[in-house]
């Protein structure tokens, strides 16, 4: 019976122990080096870095301090949406005038094969054979190795903004904004919603 006596006042204490432990938490803002307070995304690289995307830039934690990217360090536009690290450790800017890959503490941007400029990205993928796609507002492009080629998914789509992407079970979702559309098993697309 003591066994489970001990046991039952453990259980209950245990919420006052853990409450004892605390959190702090640490607000960080301009004065503290953040390049702006209105974030659209955080992301923390393969490094431990974090990132932070603003609408006024780029900033790097390392946990002690942060560093600030700009124009002037290659970003297209300093209103940062996206923020993604592919398989061979490559890191992507998505901006709201294209996107640029960090590349020996700079951003290179790389041009469209159909000349499109400035254009809204939306995300990038990665696909599960290690293709790397960004989703724009003129639809998805494959980069290759110095520039991104344009690629059609679904027929009537080929200029469409595509939201997101999701490969599942040997299937591929396609978001637009107006429809889900599916590329099932066989090869056939469907549209769902």
Do not use: M
Request: positive net charge; proline residues 3%.
């Amino acid at each position: 019976i003591l066994k489970g006596f001990t046991g039952t006042i453990i259980l209950l204490l245990l919420p006052v122990i853990l409450f004892a432990q605390g959190f702090s938490f640490k607000l960080y803002s301009v004065s503290d080096g953040l390049t702006g307070t209105s974030v659209h995304i955080p992301f923390q690289d393969s490094n431990g870095y974090l990132w932070v995307g603003t609408t006024s830039g780029l900033s790097r934690f390392d946990g002690k301090q942060f560093v600030n990217f700009s124009l002037e360090d290659g970003l297209p536009s300093l209103n940062i949406g996206k923020i993604f690290q592919d398989s061979k450790g490559r890191l992507w800017i998505g901006t709201v005038t294209g996107a640029a890959q960090f590349k020996k503490n700079r951003f290179v941007t790389y041009p469209f094969n159909d000349d499109f400029q400035n254009p809204y990205v939306f995300g990038f993928t990665e696909t599960k054979d290690k293709r790397l796609w960004v989703l724009t507002s003129r639809g998805v492009y494959e980069f290759k190795d110095h520039f991104w080629e344009k690629i059609f998914l679904c027929k009537g789509y080929e200029n469409t903004a595509c939201r997101n992407v999701v490969e599942k079970d040997g299937e591929l979702f396609v978001c637009y904004p107006h429809d889900i559309v599916c590329r099932n098993k066989d090869g056939i697309w469907l549209h769902i919603a």
